[in-house]
C-alpha cells in the first residue's frame, strides 16, 4: 500500500540554523500539507500546497518557513533560523482528489 | 472560522468496555467532514473514522462508530470491546467539503488509557 515517507525521524540542530525537512508524498497525489505538534499539544496546520504554489498558510508559517516541490517527488519544508519554539513533531500529508489527507509517520526536530 | 473542542483531556477505561470520546465543533459551513484519528505512542497519525456531514446515517468501522449529531454540532466516537492497543491520543478534526486543499482543522485531543 502507498505511503507518506518522512525523512529524517529525528533532527537535532542548533538554534539559529538552517534545516531542510523532506517528504515524499503519495505519487498520484495533488495536495500536500505540513503540520506541526508541538509536544502533549495538538496537530496544528501549518502550509498547503497544489499545482506548484502555497494555497493556504496558517500565522504560524512565517518569513522564516518556506516550502518546495523541487522535483516531481519531494516536498520540504524549510526553517531558515531556526528558534526553540520550532521545536515538535512535524507532518507531511498528501490527498488525492477525495477528502482522505493521508499522513507521514513525522520528523521530530529538537532545537538545542 | 471553525474551532473543534475535545473536552475530555484523559480517560481511562478497562479492556473490553465500551468507551465513548466527545467532540463539538463550530463552522457556519454546511457542507464538511469530521475524522478521528489515533496518534498512538509512536506519533503515527492514523485515521480511525470520518463522517461526511450530509450523510445522516452514522459511520461504522468495526469496533468504532460515531453520533454525529449536526444540529448540535457534536461528533462523539464510540469504541466498543476496546482492546490495549486502543491506548492512544484521539483526535477530532474537520475540514470543508469544498474543492481545493483544504486543511484539517484539530482538536486539543484526549488521552485515551486501555487498562489490563
Known amino acids: 500500500e502507498p505511503e507518506v515517507t518522512q525523512t529524517p525521524s529525528h533532527q537535532v540542530t542548533q538554534m539559529g540554523q538552517e534545516v531542510i525537512l523532506r517528504c515524499v508524498p503519495i505519487?498520484?497525489?495533488?495536495?500536500f500539507y505540513w503540520y506541526r505538534q508541538i509536544l502533549g499539544q495538538k496537530v496544528e496546520f501549518l502550509v498547503s500546497?497544489?499545482?506548484?504554489?502555497?494555497?493556504?498558510k496558517s500565522e504560524i508559517f512565517d518569513d522564516q518557513f518556506s516550502v518546495e516541490r523541487p522535483d516531481g517527488s519531494n516536498f520540504t519544508l524549510k526553517i531558515r533560523s531556526t528558534k526553540l519554539e520550532d521545536s515538535a513533531m512535524y507532518f507531511c500529508?498528501?490527498?488525492?482528489?477525495?477528502?482522505?489527507?493521508?499522513f507521514g509517520p513525522g520528523t521530530r526536530l529538537t532545537v538545542l | 472560522a471553525q474551532t473543534v473542542t475535545q473536552s475530555q483531556p484523559e480517560m481511562s477505561v478497562q479492556e473490553a468496555e465500551t468507551v465513548t470520546l466527545s467532540c463539538t465543533y463550530d463552522?457556519?459551513?454546511?457542507?464538511?467532514?469530521l475524522f478521528w484519528y489515533k496518534q498512538p505512542p509512536s506519533r503515527q497519525m492514523i485515521l480511525v473514522i470520518r463522517?461526511?456531514?450530509?450523510?445522516?446515517q452514522n459511520a461504522t468501522e468495526n469496533r468504532f462508530s460515531v453520533n454525529f449529531q449536526k444540529a448540535a454540532k457534536s461528533f462523539s466516537l464510540k469504541i466498543s470491546d476496546s482492546q490495549l492497543g486502543d491506548t492512544a491520543m484521539y483526535f477530532c478534526?474537520?475540514?470543508?467539503?469544498?474543492?481545493?486543499?483544504?486543511?484539517?482543522?484539530f482538536g486539543q485531543g484526549t488521552r485515551l488509557t486501555i487498562n489490563p
Open positions: 500529508a498528501s490527498k488525492e482528489l477525495a477528502d482522505e489527507q493521508f
Open positions: 505519487s498520484n497525489h495533488l495536495y
Open positions: 500546497f497544489y499545482n506548484n504554489e502555497i494555497s493556504e
Open positions: 463552522t457556519s459551513e454546511n457542507n464538511y467532514y
Open positions: 463522517q461526511e456531514a450530509y450523510k445522516q
Open positions: 478534526a474537520f475540514m470543508k467539503h469544498v474543492k481545493g486543499a483544504q486543511k484539517l482543522v
